[in-house]
C-alpha cells in the first residue's frame, strides 16, 4: 500500500477545466503547487498563530510543529485526506484555566499531551469497532454541550485580560474583523482572522504615533504605561533558529481539566472529514479512526517537546471548496512551507508583539463563535430542548462550566469549570435517561440525514465510522472563519 506521495499531472497542469476539480492523487505544475501551499499557510494563520499566544506557548514552535503535524496525518490517511493540522482553539480555554490554577506552560502541555493520548486510544476504538461507541456515549445534547461551555467559558479572559490593555482598539478591531467575517467572500473570508490582525496592527501603530503611550494593564493586574505595539523585540530576533523547546509535565488537577476538550476534538475532526469526503466524492468512512488517530498521535509529538496540539483546520478545508484543488501535493508543500517559518526567530516575535487590544477584539468574536458552535450541533442533530431529559443535564453543566462554580472534594483536589460541567452533562445525561420515564427516552437521531450511511456501513466491516458531530452539518458550520477549532 502506497504513502500518498505519488501524484498524477492533472490536465496540463495550469488551470482546471471549468468545473473539474483536482483531486487528491492528482497535481498542477509544482510552482502552482508550491502557491496552493503558500496560500494553506496563509489561511491558517489568524487562528493557528492566534491559539498559541492565547495559550502562552511559542508561536513558532507552533508553526514547526503544525508541518509536522501535516506531513503525520498525510502519511497516516495514504494521502487520501487532505488537510492541515494547526493549533486547535478548544484548548485555550483550558490553557487559561490551567495558568490561573497555577500551572506553567509545562503542566499546559503535560495536560494537553494526556488529551492527544485519549484522541489517539479514540481513533483506534473508532477504527476497530465503528462510531457507535461514540455516538452512545455521546449523543449530540452531550456534544453540543461540551462545546458550547468550552467556548463561553473563556468570556472572562476577553473581558478581564486582553480588552482592558486598548478597549478602542479592541472595539475598532471587533468591528472590522466581524465586516470581515461576514461580508468578504471565498479566500478573503477564510482568511478573515489573519485581516483582523493586519488590521488591529495598523490601528495600534497609528494611535501610538497619535496619541503616544497608553496607561493600562499589560501582563499584570497594575496599570502601566506602555507603548500598544512593542516591536522591540522583533529587533532583537535572529533569521534563523530553533524554536524553544521543553518538556512537558502532568498534574492531575490539570489534566482533569483539559480531558473534556476529547469530546470536541472527535466532533470536529468528524465534521471535517465528512466534509472533505463530500467535496472530493470519496467516502471516507474508513479513514475518520485514523484520522482521529493521526491527529492524537500529532499533537502527543508537538506536546512532547512543548508545542500546542493540532487539529484538522477548517480554514484549509474552506480554501478548497473555493479553489476545487483537492490536491494532497499542495498540503506537503504547505508543511514544508510551515517549518520553514518556524526556523525563523524573526517570524515568531511579529507574532509574540501582537498588541493586548487587538487580541481583545478577535477573542469577543473568536470565543463566541467557538461557544456557538455548540447550539449549531444541537440544531443539526435536531436536539429537543423542550425534553427535560436534554434540557436538565445541559443547563447544569453549561452554567458550571461557564460560571467556574467549584467542588472541592478534599483540601488538596478540587473539580471545578469546563472539568466539572463536562462531568456533569454527560454522567447527568446518562443518568436521567435510565431513571427517566419511556416516553422521555424516545430514540433521537444520532447523526443527520447527511450522514446516517456512515453508521449503515459501521455495522457491516469493522472499521467503518460515522460522523461524530451530530451531524456533517456541524461539522461544515465548524468549516466558517474562526473555527474552533479550530
Known amino acids: 500500500m502506497g504513502l ?61 510543529m503544525s508541518g509536522v503535524a501535516t506531513v503525520i496525518f498525510l502519511l497516516a490517511t495514504r494521502g487520501r485526506v487532505p488537510s492541515y493540522l494547526g493549533c486547535s482553539l478548544s484548548f485555550v480555554g483550558v490553557a487559561a484555566a490551567i495558568r490561573a490554577g497555577g500551572g506553567d506552560s509545562a503542566v499546559v502541555t503535560g495536560a494537553v499531551f494526556v488529551v492527544g493520548a485519549a484522541l489517539f486510544l479514540a481513533g483506534l476504538a473508532v477504527q476497530r469497532f465503528g462510531a457507535r461507541i461514540i455516538h452512545a456515549a455521546m449523543p449530540p445534547v452531550v456534544t453540543g454541550a461540551v462545546v458550547m461551555l468550552i467556548g463561553f467559558n473563556l468570556a472572562p479572559v ?19 474583523t466581524g465586516l470581515a467575517v461576514v461580508c468578504l467572500r471565498g479566500f478573503w473570508s477564510r482568511i478573515a482572522i489573519f ?23 499589560v501582563g499584570g493586574p497594575e ?62 468512512d ?9 491527529d492524537g498521535a500529532a499533537s502527543m509529538l508537538s506536546t512532547a517537546v512543548g508545542g500546542p496540539p493540532n487539529t484538522t483546520y477548517s480554514e484549509n478545508i474552506g480554501v478548497m471548496a473555493a479553489t476545487r484543488v483537492y490536491s494532497t501535493a499542495a498540503y506537503w508543500a504547505a ?38 458552535l455548540g447550539a449549531q450541533i444541537w440544531i443539526n442533530g435536531r436536539v429537543d ?51 427517566a420515564p419511556a416516553h422521555l427516552k424516545q430514540q433521537e437521531p444520532l447523526l443527520d440525514s447527511g450522514t446516517s450511511a456512515y453508521d449503515d456501513t459501521a455495522g457491516d466491516t469493522a472499521g467503518d465510522t460515522a460522523d461524530g458531530t451530530a451531524g456533517g452539518a456541524a461539522g461544515s458550520a465548524a468549516g466558517e472563519p474562526g473555527d474552533k477549532r479550530g
Open 335 to 372: 508543511a514544508g512551507f510551515a517549518l520553514l517559518f518556524g526556523l525563523c526567530p524573526k517570524f515568531g516575535a511579529v507574532v509574540a508583539a501582537i498588541p493586548g487590544g487587538v487580541l481583545g477584539g478577535i477573542t469577543v468574536i473568536l470565543y463566541g463563535m467557538i461557544g456557538l
Open 286 to 294: 474508513d479513514k475518520l479512526g485514523t484520522a482521529i488517530a493521526a
Open 158 to 176: 476577553t473581558a478581564s485580560t486582553y480588552w482592558p490593555q486598548d478597549q478602542w482598539t479592541a472595539l475598532l478591531t471587533m468591528l472590522f
Open 223 to 284: 496599570a502601566v504605561d506602555h507603548w500598544r505595539l512593542d516591536l522591540s523585540g522583533v529587533a532583537k530576533a535572529d533569521w534563523v533558529g530553533l524554536p524553544t523547546f521543553h518538556a512537558p509535565a502532568f498534574e492531575w488537577s490539570a489534566i482533569l481539566i483539559a480531558l473534556p476538550v476529547v469530546i470536541a476534538l472527535i466532533a470536529e475532526n468528524a465534521g471535517h472529514i465528512k466534509a472533505v469526503g463530500e467535496m472530493t466524492g470519496d467516502s471516507l
Open 4 to 64: 500518498g506521495v505519488r501524484w498524477t499531472l492533472h490536465g496540463d497542469g495550469r488551470t482546471p477545466a471549468p468545473g473539474a476539480v483536482v483531486r487528491p492523487d492528482e497535481r498542477l505544475s509544482w510552482p502552482r503547487t508550491a502557491g496552493l501551499g503558500a496560500q494553506h499557510v496563509v489561511a491558517m494563520f489568524g487562528a493557528s498563530f492566534v491559539a498559541p499566544v492565547l495559550m502562552g506557548l511559542d508561536p513558532n514552535l507552533a508553526i514547526m
Open 385 to 435: 430542548l423542550r425534553n427535560p431529559l436534554n434540557l436538565v443535564p445541559a443547563a447544569a453543566g453549561i452554567i458550571i462550566g461557564v460560571g467556574g462554580v467549584e467542588l472541592n472534594i478534599s483540601d488538596s483536589f478540587e473539580l471545578g469549570g469546563i472539568a466539572l460541567g463536562t462531568i456533569v452533562v454527560i454522567t447527568g445525561y446518562h443518568a436521567l435517561r435510565y431513571f
Open 195 to 217: 485581516l483582523g490582525l493586519l488590521f488591529g496592527y495598523g490601528i495600534s501603530w497609528i494611535f501610538d504615533l497619535a496619541f503616544g503611550k497608553i496607561h493600562s494593564t
